[in-house]
C-alpha cells in the first residue's frame, strides 16, 4: 500500500502537474484570445472615436455648407431683384430712347422742312437780287440820260444865256 499511495501520490502529483500544464496552456490560449478581443476593442472602439469625429466633422461642415447655403440663396434673391429692376431700367431706358428716336425724326423732319422753306426763300432772294440788280441797271441807265440830258439842257441854258448875253450886248449898244 505504501507503494500504492507513493504510486497514487505521484500519479496525482503528475496529474496536477498536468492539469497545472493544461491551465497554463489555456489559460495562455484565453490570454492570447483576451488580447486579441481587447485588440478587436480597442479597433471598434478606435474606429468608432473616428467616425464619432469623422461625423462631428461632417456635421461642422454640414452647417457651413448650410450657411454658405443661406448666403447663396439671399445672394441669388438679391441678384434676382437686382436683374428685375435691371430689367425694368431697361424697358424705361427703352421707352426714352424710342422717344428720343422719335424727337430726332422730328426734329430731323423739322430740319428738313426749314431747309426747304429756306432754300426757297433763297431762290425768291436771288431772284430779288437778280430783279434788284436788274432795277439798278435801269436806274443807272435811267440816271446817266438824265444826267445826259440835264447835260443837254445845261448845254442848251448855256448856248441860250450866251445868245441873251449877246443880243443884249447887240441890243445895248445900239440903244446907247
Known amino acids: 500500500m ?4 507513493a504510486n497514487l501520490f505521484i500519479v496525482l502529483a503528475i ?23 481587447n485588440r478587436m476593442v480597442y479597433d471598434r472602439d478606435a474606429a468608432i472615436q473616428g467616425y464619432t469625429n469623422s ?12 450657411a454658405s447655403l443661406t448666403e447663396v440663396k439671399a ?7 437686382c436683374i428685375i ?18 424727337e430726332i425724326a422730328q426734329y430731323k ?3 428738313n ?7 426757297e426763300a433763297y431762290a425768291g432772294i436771288d431772284k430779288q437780287n437778280a430783279a434788284i440788280s436788274n432795277l439798278v441797271a435801269q436806274r443807272n441807265d435811267l440816271v446817266q440820260k438824265y444826267n445826259d440830258e440835264v447835260k443837254d439842257r445845261n448845254d442848251v441854258v448855256t448856248k441860250y444865256n450866251n445868245l441873251v448875253k449877246q443880243v443884249e450886248k447887240q ?3 445900239s440903244k446907247q
Request: aromatic fraction near 6%.
Open 2 to 5: 505504501k507503494n500504492f499511495q
Open 109 to 111: 423732319d423739322a430740319v
Open 55 to 66: 461625423l462631428a466633422t461632417l456635421n461642422h461642415q454640414l452647417n457651413q455648407m448650410d
Open 113 to 119: 422742312a426749314l431747309e426747304a422753306k429756306l432754300k
Open 171 to 173: 441890243s445895248g449898244g
Open 15 to 37: 496529474s496536477l502537474c498536468g492539469l497545472c500544464a493544461w491551465q497554463w496552456y489555456e489559460q495562455t490560449a484565453q490570454r492570447t484570445e483576451i488580447q486579441t478581443l
Open 85 to 102: 429692376s435691371q430689367k425694368a431700367e431697361i424697358v424705361q431706358l427703352h421707352f426714352a430712347n424710342e422717344n428720343a428716336t422719335n
Open 75 to 81: 445672394v441669388v434673391a438679391t441678384n434676382e431683384q
